[in-house]
Protein backbone atom coordinates (compact mmCIF):
# COMPACT_ATOMS: atom_id res chain seq x y z
CA UNK A 1 0.00 0.00 0.00
CA UNK A 2 1.00 3.74 -0.27
CA UNK A 3 -0.72 6.49 1.69
CA UNK A 4 -0.34 9.99 -0.03
CA UNK A 5 -0.16 13.30 2.10
CA UNK A 6 -0.86 16.77 0.57
CA UNK A 7 -0.18 20.37 2.48
CA UNK A 8 0.10 23.87 1.43
CA UNK A 9 -3.05 25.01 -0.10
CA UNK A 10 -4.95 28.03 0.78
CA UNK A 11 -5.84 31.32 -0.21
CA UNK A 12 -4.58 33.44 -2.73
CA UNK A 13 -5.40 36.90 -4.78
CA UNK A 14 -5.54 36.13 -8.35
CA UNK A 15 -2.43 36.10 -10.17
CA UNK A 16 -0.24 34.66 -6.97
CA UNK A 17 1.34 31.35 -7.02
CA UNK A 18 1.34 28.32 -4.47
CA UNK A 19 2.74 25.36 -3.88
CA UNK A 20 1.04 22.17 -3.23
CA UNK A 21 3.22 19.24 -1.58
CA UNK A 22 2.12 15.68 -1.82
CA UNK A 23 4.78 13.18 0.08
CA UNK A 24 4.20 9.17 -0.66
CA UNK A 25 5.31 6.65 2.10
CA UNK A 26 4.90 2.80 2.36
CA UNK A 27 5.37 0.94 -0.70
CA UNK A 28 6.29 3.51 -3.00
CA UNK A 29 8.49 0.88 -5.72
CA UNK A 30 5.01 -0.03 -6.55
CA UNK A 31 4.10 3.41 -7.74
CA UNK A 32 4.26 3.82 -11.93
CA UNK A 33 2.84 7.89 -11.45
CA UNK A 34 1.74 10.67 -9.54
CA UNK A 35 -0.24 13.11 -10.06
CA UNK A 36 -3.13 15.97 -9.41
CA UNK A 37 -6.90 16.14 -9.27
CA UNK A 38 -8.93 19.03 -8.08
CA UNK A 39 -12.59 19.38 -7.92
CA UNK A 40 -14.49 22.44 -7.66
CA UNK A 41 -17.90 22.86 -6.02
CA UNK A 42 -20.54 21.32 -7.77
CA UNK A 43 -18.00 20.37 -10.62
CA UNK A 44 -16.75 16.83 -11.77
CA UNK A 45 -13.04 15.96 -10.84
CA UNK A 46 -11.10 16.79 -12.98
CA UNK A 47 -7.28 15.90 -13.90
CA UNK A 48 -5.01 18.71 -13.36
CA UNK A 49 -1.58 16.60 -14.36
CA UNK A 50 1.26 13.64 -13.40
CA UNK A 51 4.47 12.53 -13.72
CA UNK A 52 5.63 9.42 -14.27
CA UNK A 53 7.75 8.17 -11.19
CA UNK A 54 10.46 6.74 -13.33
CA UNK A 55 11.17 8.81 -15.93
CA UNK A 56 9.67 12.09 -14.84
CA UNK A 57 7.96 13.07 -17.96
CA UNK A 58 4.70 15.01 -17.38
CA UNK A 59 1.66 15.73 -18.71
CA UNK A 60 -1.35 18.99 -18.34
CA UNK A 61 -4.38 19.61 -18.32
CA UNK A 62 -5.11 22.58 -21.00
CA UNK A 63 -6.42 24.78 -18.45
CA UNK A 64 -3.19 24.53 -16.76
CA UNK A 65 -0.58 24.08 -19.05
CA UNK A 66 2.13 26.93 -18.77
CA UNK A 67 0.94 27.94 -15.44
CA UNK A 68 1.49 24.47 -13.26
CA UNK A 69 4.62 22.44 -13.11
CA UNK A 70 5.03 19.30 -11.19
CA UNK A 71 8.71 18.89 -9.91
CA UNK A 72 9.86 15.58 -7.78
CA UNK A 73 11.98 15.47 -4.90
CA UNK A 74 13.43 11.87 -5.18
CA UNK A 75 15.16 12.25 -1.68
CA UNK A 76 11.79 13.16 0.08
CA UNK A 77 9.32 10.74 -2.29
CA UNK A 78 7.44 13.97 -2.99
CA UNK A 79 5.70 15.61 -5.31
CA UNK A 80 5.01 19.35 -5.37
CA UNK A 81 2.55 21.16 -7.71
CA UNK A 82 4.12 24.50 -8.71
CA UNK A 83 0.81 27.23 -9.26
CA UNK A 84 1.26 30.19 -10.91
CA UNK A 85 -0.46 32.92 -12.74
CA UNK A 86 -3.82 31.70 -10.33
CA UNK A 87 -7.09 32.61 -11.18
CA UNK A 88 -10.39 32.28 -9.58
CA UNK A 89 -11.98 28.90 -11.61
CA UNK A 90 -8.88 27.24 -10.15
CA UNK A 91 -10.14 27.45 -6.84
CA UNK A 92 -11.27 23.64 -6.10
CA UNK A 93 -10.04 20.77 -3.28
CA UNK A 94 -6.78 18.95 -4.69
CA UNK A 95 -5.85 15.66 -4.50
CA UNK A 96 -2.44 14.14 -4.81
CA UNK A 97 -3.05 10.60 -6.71
CA UNK A 98 -1.02 7.71 -6.80
CA UNK A 99 -1.66 4.99 -9.61
CA UNK A 100 0.12 1.64 -9.02
CA UNK A 101 2.84 -0.23 -11.46
CA UNK A 102 0.06 -3.32 -12.00
CA UNK A 103 -3.06 -1.89 -12.81
CA UNK A 104 -1.68 1.96 -13.96
CA UNK A 105 -5.00 3.47 -12.64
CA UNK A 106 -5.31 5.45 -10.06
CA UNK A 107 -4.91 3.34 -6.93
CA UNK A 108 -3.76 5.63 -4.21
CA UNK A 109 -5.69 9.08 -3.39
CA UNK A 110 -4.70 11.54 -0.83
CA UNK A 111 -7.16 13.36 1.77
CA UNK A 112 -7.23 16.77 -0.53
CA UNK A 113 -6.45 20.31 -0.03
CA UNK A 114 -8.63 23.39 -0.04
CA UNK A 115 -7.21 25.79 -2.78
CA UNK A 116 -9.18 29.30 -2.45
CA UNK A 117 -8.20 32.25 -5.71
CA UNK A 118 -9.85 34.96 -4.85
CA UNK A 119 -10.47 37.86 -7.43
Known amino acids: QVQLVESGGGLVQAGGSLRLSCVAS????????MGWFRRASGREREFVGH????????SYADSVKGRFTIVRDYTKNTVYLQMNSLKPEDTAVYYC????????????WGQGTQVTVSS
Open 26 to 33: GRTSNLFS
Open 51 to 58: MVWSSSST
Open 97 to 108: AGSSMATRSNDY
